[in-house]
């Protein structure tokens, strides 16, 4: 009888876990994936906005990563230059505006001078990151042969010719 009610409290709490796990981080809805279409658009209609966030991450070589709360800033731990709270809440308000979930900064740290390889800034996110979905606009400065074969198998979408482009991640 032990076993048996063991069994019961083990199996309902997996249940549980499940059941939150199946719905964390949405109101239960999912969110609509955007169309190719609509990123182009909305690059189009905030060229500028996006150019100056590639400038940030070009000039802030210690952003990793920029959320769109305090709590959600990732700095190189290599780097003691931090930007200041006004140009870090003043690029926030910017991810907020585009409806970007973060600012992603990506460098090349085998190299002394870290040089910028590109910028990611996601615009929808559903699932975990073993069985999700990701989409959003990247730059890419330096071109590889990974990016080559994602912009082949169309995980890669160019948008114009500076650089920019939509991508889309299932895993």
Known sequence: MILNRQTIVCNALIFIILFILSSCGTDGNKPEILSDLSIKKMYSANKLTLVSMVDFCSENISVRRLGLTRKKVKFSRSRSEVPS?????????KLQK???KSLICTRDWSLAVAPLVSVTIPLYNSGLSVSGNTKGITYLKVMNSVTREQIKSGELILIDKSGWYIYDMKS
């Open 85 to 93: 709270d006004s140009m870090l809440s003043e690029m926030q308000n």
């Open 98 to 100: 585009l409806g970007a």
